[in-house]
């Protein structure tokens, strides 16, 4: 390895350590788990962008995350939106524990756009979880299943629409968090609906494979091409 990237390595190392200790010292009541969720959450991050944060302000995204990972009931998205204060900052944050699915973040960031609100930092962790029977966290596993754990800081001020003129939209926080979770509702239902979804578009693909029909023209996509390009889309969303 090059020296600098062994400086940085080592620079990296002796901040995450720095913050496992702020947050061993802030919440000594969590389990060890929560460490490994504080690492997650720094991969997103930089080094530069790392080192310019307090290491009390990382334990603190932590802490509060895991905390509110603790319990979730199969089959719902857990959300909760922090006003700016003590330990924020002139931020808010945004905290969402849910199943890995497809378009997560891109339905997070439209309702957030919609809503007049700018996302300043989104770190999306999708972790392998064990929990009981009664959605109590039990800690990170292999072969669990997959969680995505989200903490999103969002600028104080709202901002207006591209091309929606007048003033930017005046809504509380109360209106944001209603509308994340609306957001993570729908994406929700069109992911359970996509199966149903893909099976009638492969049945109509071979219904006119079967029929005597000329082709559509180049610019007019075809049903198999259209069905392919949902199918890589839910893949990759």
Aim: proline share 9%; hydrophobic share 45%; charged share 25%.
């Amino acid at each position: 390895m090059p020296d600098g990237q062994s400086r940085e390595s080592g620079a990296r190392a002796e901040l995450l350590r720095a913050a496992e200790e702020a947050l061993r010292q802030q919440a000594p009541a969590l389990p060890p788990a929560a460490a490994a969720l504080l690492h997650r959450l720094a991969e997103a991050l930089p080094t530069a962008e790392l080192a310019a944060e307090p290491p009390e302000r990382i334990a603190a995204a932590t802490a509060s995350l895991y905390a509110f990972a603790a319990e979730r009931k199969p089959g719902t998205a857990k959300v909760r939106l922090l006003p700016p204060g003590p330990g924020r900052g002139a931020v808010a944050v945004a905290e969402i524990v849910t199943e890995d699915m497809p378009f997560l973040v891109d339905s997070v960031l439209a309702a957030l756009a919609l809503s007049g609100r700018t996302p300043r930092r989104l770190l999306h962790p999708v972790l392998r979880v064990a929990r009981d029977a009664a959605g109590r966290l039990e800690g990170f596993a292999e072969g669990g299943a997959a969680e995505s754990m989200m903490h999103v800081e969002i600028a104080p001020a709202t901002a207006r629409l591209l091309g929606g003129g007048g003033e930017a939209p005046d809504e509380g926080w109360e209106t944001t968090e209603a509308a994340l979770r609306r957001a993570l509702t729908e994406t929700r239902l069109a992911v359970a609906d996509f199966p149903a979804v893909l099976q009638r578009l492969r049945a109509a693909e071979a219904e006119i494979a079967r029929e005597d029909r000329p082709r559509p023209p180049p610019a007019v996509p075809s049903c198999a091409g259209w069905r392919r390009t949902i199918s890589s889309s839910s893949a990759t969303g």
